[in-house]
């Protein structure tokens, strides 16, 4: 039926550069995305795959180009809440496919196809696309029509992806005020164990996933639909250290889905048990200890950081499912969090972070008095340099004024 293999035991393969017969989005595009949404069911046209632009067949070896994946369902049960969820399942049923690798979301997507897939006969996005109406059909039988677009001409991509970041901020925009104080209930995940096996991801309204695909909403709305699928109810149990947000119903679910090798989490600290990350995070908090305080690095950010590492380099250290003190993977809008990393000192313990970021939430570094406060790639290159400058603007922090 497949030119390919397709099944879980595929899940965790990653394709090398030197191995890849085509790439789509990944960090040499500005616009990519996956986006789906639930529809009436006379919008959508039960299993029809379109492809509008090139396809992989129509490609060199070895070449790179945006992608859109849009995907529609229907279905009776269906409600708007579960577009992250059957969304962020492309992760999963994406890389069941033998020699194809899919990494981060929404606007951040990355994938590959191996060359000996290729030379199997995948060289379509059509048959990617039966793929996966086939999975999502077959695992969440709630979905009874499915629609799939693929779009690779890059005036399109970019056209709909400018459109889809709308849609991702309004689902962000949903948590706007609320607590983990006020809900008994936090959620987690871990879908992302096939690459990194003692992770966990644990959702609260005041921390979004590392990857920025699942909200509490989002995990509320997964674990309602299936139970046994990879998003799980967390009761929040007590909270035995109030100033480092650790919980009884954390830490036993922690323990419980890493199979015993991490005991818990400081939900809000990067410093003291912080939570583990696998690949997919947005982005990256690292300590800087000449200067005792952090830098943050996205995953678009390709220069080096502060440090002289790169992104890559950073998330290689970061990433696995351990528990790796000093660094938290994390995502963007984990900043617009009350709660972001609270325990070690928040914002006002930032200092370093890439100019794109920076404009991205000017409004929260603008209330905290940070804005002017955080260095980029165009104040400093080095530690040394970053020290002179924390000094100059008076960063709180550092200059013990906090
Ligand atoms: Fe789930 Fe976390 Fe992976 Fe996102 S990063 S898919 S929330 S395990
Ligand atoms: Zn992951």
């Known amino acids: 039926m497949f030119s390919v293999d397709v099944g879980p035991q595929y899940e965790g393969e990653t394709v090398r550069k030197e191995d890849f017969q085509i790439e789509f989005g990944g960090p040499k595009h500005k616009f990519k995305a996956e986006l789906v949404t639930v529809k009436p069911a006379d919008q959508v046209e039960d299993e029809k795959i379109e492809i509008i632009g090139k396809d992989i067949k129509d490609f060199e070896e070895g070449a790179s180009c945006p992608i859109f994946m849009k995907i529609d369902v229907a279905g009776e049960q ?46 379509s996005l059509e048959e990617i696309g039966r793929v996966l109406v ?9 979905i009874e029509k499915i629609q799939i677009t693929f779009i690779t001409d890059p005036a399109l991509v970019e056209k709909e ?8 901020q309004a689902r962000d925009d949903r948590l706007k005020g609320i607590t ?22 644990v959702v609260t309204p005041e921390r979004v996933a590392l990857c920025g695909a699942i909200n509490w909403f989002d995990g509320r709305a997964a674990y309602k639909m299936d139970p046994e699928g990879p998003q799980f109810a967390v009761q929040k149990g007590e909270l035995l250290d109030p100033e480092k947000f650790i ?13 015993g090798s991490i005991s818990g989490f400081c939900l809000h600290s990067a410093l003291e048990s912080p939570p583990t990350s696998c690949g997919c995070f947005q982005a990256i908090l690292f300590y800087i200890p000449e200067v005792d305080a952090f830098g943050i690095v996205n995953r678009d950010f390709l220069g080096e950081t502060v440090t002289g590492m790169k992104f890559s380099g950073i998330a290689g250290e970061a990433s696995g499912g351990r528990q790796n003190e000093g660094m938290l993977g994390m995502a963007v809008s984990y900043l617009r969090s009350k709660k972001f990393i609270k325990t070690d000192g928040g914002v ?20 905290a008095g940070m804005y002017d406060k955080i260095a980029t790639e165009e104040d400093v290159k080095n530690v040394d340099e970053l020290t002179e400058f924390l000094n100059r603007v008076g960063h709180p922090w550092v200059t013990g004024q906090v």
């Open 180 to 201: 983990e104080e006020e809900v008994d209930e936090f959620y987690g995940c871990s879908l992302c164990q096939s690459f990194a096996p003692t992770h966990v991801c």
């Open 78 to 123: 269906l409600e708007k809440d579960m577009e992250p969820v059957f969304e962020r399942r492309l992760h999963m049923y994406v890389n069941y496919m033998e020699g194809f690798w899919h990494m981060a979301q929404r606007d951040e997507i990355w994938m590959r196809l191996h060359k000996d897939s290729f030379k199997k006969g995948l060289n």
């Open 247 to 259: 919980y009884s119903g954390v830490n036993a679910i922690v323990a419980e889905k890493s199979l």
């Open 348 to 367: 006002k313990r930032v200092a370093w972070m890439p100019k794109a970021i920076k404009e991205q939430v000017k409004d929260v570094l603008e209330e």
């Open 134 to 142: 086939m999975l999502y059909k077959n695992e969440l039988s709630i």
């Open 161 to 168: 992806v400018l459109e889809a970041r709308k849609i991702y």
